[in-house]
């Protein structure tokens, strides 16, 4: 069976840090296009950081940031332990929602993969992110 499972998350103060994981089962991460997503109360939900299968593309463009939220989080992924990561500093208020990792077998750009969350094919189940001011 495919799935995703996270990990991570909770609350802290504005300005601190926070790492979310997303452990792989039943597929190798290194062959899909992976993303953090996110959904703000009464918002859509929308791509944080997404990054195309390992072994494709340039370093410049394998990997793609929201522009708020770069230069504060880090996407990675862990071929050992088949698991994806976000790293979150200098966190906000407006960083407050829920964070869902996404993969798609699909073979495409890491801007469309976090532009197209329909061509997910498997989900994280939400793991809540709360910044207090």
């Known amino acids: 069976q495919l799935q995703v499972v996270e990990s991570g998350g909770g609350l802290v103060q504005a300005g601190g840090s926070l790492r979310l994981s997303c452990t792989a089962s039943g597929f190798t991460l290194d062959h899909y296009t992976i993303a953090w997503f996110r959904q703000a109360p009464g918002k859509e939900r929308e791509g944080v950081s997404c990054m195309i299968p390992a072994g494709l593309g340039s370093s410049e463009g394998n990997t793609f940031y929201k522009e708020s939220v770069k230069g504060r989080f880090t996407l990675t992924r862990d071929t050992t332990t088949n698991t994806m990561s976000l790293q979150m500093t200098s966190l906000k208020p407006e960083d407050t929602a829920i964070y869902y990792c996404?993969?798609?077998?699909?073979?495409?750009?890491?801007?469309?993969?976090?532009?197209?969350?329909?061509?997910?094919?498997?989900w994280g189940q939400g793991t809540q992110v709360t910044v207090s001011p």
């Open positions: 996404a993969a798609t077998h699909l073979i495409t750009t890491a801007r469309t993969m976090c532009s197209t969350e329909a061509i997910a094919d498997q």
